[in-house]
């Protein structure tokens, strides 16, 4: 567990000095920083987050070179090679903390809120799958009725979303469930705003 509440607090503190405007000077392309990391990778998590290039996982939480294990998807969505992947990172890297990252005005969410209400017969096969794998979540609202603000709808939207992905990787695979069954991993939720540049997470590691 000692290693999954470091990793929480390295990304929580990472977070804050990107949105203060006080990164730490980290060159990624250091030599150094380089060497370190040819023999092997030892990040310190996983993030699952969205393909927007708004939201690049290791600049938002100040992270360098071989810090952080990336898996990104539009709309943050759950696919077997993502557990795949991160089935791979807990394995093989040592990783013990998995965040799902989602945020503020997610177009693949929108699409999906899209689809709901006016369905397009045009859509590609490929960008339908994604749609089918976040609509579960965003039906409910819009059958609740809350359709009147579709900003609101979406801000509700988002953060389902990203609850029901880290359901998902739960639910993913036996070794996921045995892994966090035995408090081996932890996978938690959380939503990174484009207008505030900070992240804000719906769960928490035991501990911190």
């Excluded at 030599?31 to 699952?48: D, N, W």
């Excluded at 938002?60 to 795949?84: E, H, K, M, T, Y």
């Excluded at 394995?91 to 989602?102: A, S």
Aim: overall charge negative; glycine content about 8%.
């Amino acid at each position: 567990m000692h290693r999954a509440i470091s990793a929480f607090n390295a990304l929580q503190e990472g977070n804050l000095r990107f949105a203060n405007g006080t990164p730490l000077a980290t060159n990624l392309s250091a030599e150094e920083r380089r060497a370190q990391s040819v023999e092997e990778q030892t990040p310190s998590a996983v993030i699952l987050g969205c393909s927007d290039s708004r939201v690049p996982a290791e600049i938002i939480f100040d992270q360098g070179l071989g810090d952080l294990f990336v898996i990104r998807v539009a709309g943050n969505v759950v696919a077997p090679s993502g557990v795949g992947s991160i089935e791979y990172a807990v394995e093989q890297c040592g990783t013990r903390l998995i965040v799902v990252l989602g945020h503020s005005g997610c177009g693949a969410v929108k699409a999906t809120i899209d689809e709901l209400q006016r369905p397009h017969e045009s859509r590609s096969p490929n960008l339908e799958s994604i749609v089918n794998r976040i609509s579960p979540s965003v039906q409910p609202l819009i059958d609740a009725d809350l359709t009147e603000d579709q900003s609101e709808l979406v801000n509700h939207a988002v953060r389902a979303n990203i609850r029901s992905s880290v359901r998902d990787l739960k639910k993913g695979s036996p070794i996921v469930e045995k892994w966090i069954e035995e408090d081996f991993l932890f996978v938690i939720g959380a939503e990174y705003s484009l207008e505030t540049g900070l992240v804000t997470f719906l769960d928490r590691v035991p501990g911190t």
